[in-house]
């Protein structure tokens, strides 16, 4: 039972040249914003990013919970 699965199409040479250059491209810009936000948080330490996970978690599940309760009381009224 093959649905999903069918033979990939075979690139022309000039095909395959243009993927690699987007693929470069793509991993080029990657490598750039990796960098980039490597060099600003630098500085930080263990301790620091500790307390920002443990932050960012007490928000998005205190606003989730909310989200939740908003959706309970919308069903008993």
């Known amino acids: 039972m093959r ?13 395959e040249q243009r993927a690699g250059r987007i693929a ?5 810009r990657q490598r ?13 330490s263990g301790k620091h990013w ?3 996970l443990i932050l960012f978690c007490a928000t ?3 606003y989730c919970l909310y989200l ?9 009224h």
């Not at 649905?3 to 095909?15: D, N």
């Not at 470069?24 to 080029?28: A, E, P, V």
């Not at 750039?32 to 930080?44: E, P, V």
């Open 50 to 52: 500790l307390i920002l």
């Open 60 to 62: 998005f599940g205190s």
């Open 3 to 15: 649905i999903f699965k069918r033979k990939p199409k075979a690139l022309s040479h000039r095909q």
């Open 24 to 28: 470069g491209t793509i991993l080029k």
């Open 32 to 44: 750039q914003a990796a960098d980039y936000l490597n060099s600003r948080t630098a500085g930080i």
């Open 68 to 76: 939740l309760m908003q959706a309970v009381n919308s069903l008993n």
